[in-house]
């Protein structure tokens, strides 16, 4: 079913737009295409909306033979209506406090999300119990660029980047994203 489909199917169909704006949904698909990454976490399922862009994005690198997993979690009970089920086996979804789930977490991430909320002892909180659990290469996302995430990413050294989203022709006027990752060891000379 295409994203547009499930919108109009959707309990959320008479509060969205039937024709999709993918905006960062998009964003992460590219991440999770150009980084063929093994296990993606996405802090913040809401409606499912980035998990279904990255649930597509991870199928499609098991088509080239690179299969990855997300795990999306959610406070809420009541979320994700734009996935099917584990979407083929893509996803798995998880109901309860993000930063408990990732402090218990078992297996290095690749790709972490955090698109919670931006309060700063929230954020600060996550992105500590984040670290030991980073994959080496990891990427770090985050919904919100703010001094939390910078403070962030300069005590723990991660190199990081402002992305500006600025949608063409639509009364939302975009938000900025931080992405950080740890600067691989230089190679010997
Ligand atoms: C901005 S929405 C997520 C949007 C979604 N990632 C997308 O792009 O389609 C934020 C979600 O985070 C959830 N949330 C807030 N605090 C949380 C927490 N501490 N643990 C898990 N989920 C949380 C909210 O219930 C809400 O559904």
Redesign the pocket.
Known sequence: MTSTSKVIVSDSRYINDPELHLG??LFYYMLVRASKAKLVF??????????FAICRALQRNASEGIPGHLVT????TD?GDMLEGDEDGSVTRMI????EIVRAFDRPLDIF?H???SEPA?MRAQLEALVPHLAPGAIVYS?WFTETFVDFCDRFGLTYLEVADKPLNHWYRGSRYGLAWFDRPSLPT
């Open positions: 960062k949904s996405e802090a913040g399922t809401d409606r499912g909306f980035s998990a979690v959610d406070n809420q979320r309860g406090d993000s930063v999300i698109d919670t909320i929230h919904s």
